[in-house]
C-alpha cells in the first residue's frame, strides 16, 4: 500500500468486506454523513444496475468506494494525486475537489484491493462521466445524483427518474444538458464532462429530445 494511504488507513482492522471497511474509514475520520450517502448510491446504483441488466455486485461495490477521497482535504487532492504519479488537467489544478472522483479510484485499487476495471472506472468518473463511458459507469454516475442529499435537487432527482423511464442514456444526458446550461455557474468545465455530453447528443440527440428538455426546467 502506498505511504500515503496507509498514513490515512492508520489504526484501522481491515476486515475483508467492503461495506464494514468503508464504514471504518468514515468513521476514522469523522465522515458519517458521506458514509450514509455512499451506502445510499450503492443501493439505488444496485438498483439501476438490475433494471438495466448490469452487473449488480459491481454497482453494489461501485457505489459504496465512489467517495472515500472525501477523505482527503481539498486542499492535498492535487498533492497527493501527484504523489500518485497521476496526470493531472489544469481544470483539476484550478478546482481540486473534482479531483475526488479519480483518487477515489485509485484508493479502492490500493486500500480496498479492487482490481475489477469495470468497478475503477465508474468510480473514476461518478462526477463528470467521460467519453465512451459504459453502462456501469453511468449508473454510478446517476446513482449519485439521485441520491444527492441536497433540497435543492428535488426537482432534478424526479426529471431523472422519468428520463430514466425512457433509457439510460436519456437520463445521463437529460443530467450532463442540465449542467451544461449551468456551465457559467459551475467552478470548472471538467473536459472529460463536455466529451461526455458532445459524444451522447452526437447519438442521442434527436431521439431523446422531449425528453431531454426536462432536466432543463
Ligand atoms: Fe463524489
Ligand atoms: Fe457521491
Known amino acids: 500500500m502506498h505511504y500515503l494511504f496507509e498514513q490515512l488507513t492508520k489504526g484501522i482492522r481491515f476486515t475483508g468486506d467492503v461495506p464494514t471497511d468503508v464504514r471504518a474509514l468514515f ?18 446504483a444496485s438498483q439501476l444496475a438490475r433494471r ?6 459491481e454497482a453494489l461495490a461501485a457505489g ?14 492535487v498533492a497527493l494525486a501527484e504523489a500518485l504519479k497521476l496526470d493531472v488537467l489544469p481544470e483539476e489544478r484550478d478546482f481540486p475537489a473534482i479531483l475526488h472522483q479519480r483518487l ?15 468497478i475503477l472506472s465508474a468510480i473514476g468518473c461518478h ?5 465512451g463511458a459504459l453502462s456501469l459507469d453511468k449508473v454510478v454516475f446517476l446513482a449519485d445524483k439521485i441520491q444527492w442529499d441536497q433540497p435543492s435537487t ?19 444526458l437529460c443530467y450532463l444538458n442540465y449542467l451544461w446550461e449551468r456551465r457559467s455557474d459551475l467552478a470548472v468545465i ?11 447528443l452526437t447519438i442521442e440527440k434527436d431521439k ?7 432536466c432543463n426546467t
Open 154 to 172: 428535488a426537482p432534478l432527482r424526479d426529471a431523472i427518474r422519468i428520463a430514466l423511464d425512457k433509457s439510460l442514456d436519456t437520463a445521463v
Open 27 to 44: 468513521l476514522k475520520w469523522g465522515l458519517s454523513h458521506t458514509s450514509e450517502h455512499c451506502m445510499r448510491v450503492s443501493k439505488e
Open 52 to 57: 438495466f441488466s448490469i452487473n449488480v455486485g
Open 127 to 131: 462526477t463528470t462521466l467521460k467519453k
Open 64 to 77: 459504496l468506494l465512489h467517495d472515500i477521497s472525501n477523505i482527503v482535504p481539498r486542499s492535498e487532492m
Open 190 to 200: 471538467h473536459p472529460w464532462m463536455r466529451e461526455a455530453r458532445e459524444e451522447l
Open 208 to 214: 431523446y429530445s422531449g425528453v431531454i428538455q426536462l
Open 104 to 118: 477515489s479510484a485509485e484508493m479502492a485499487r490500493d486500500i480496498f484491493q479492487i482490481d475489477n476495471r469495470s
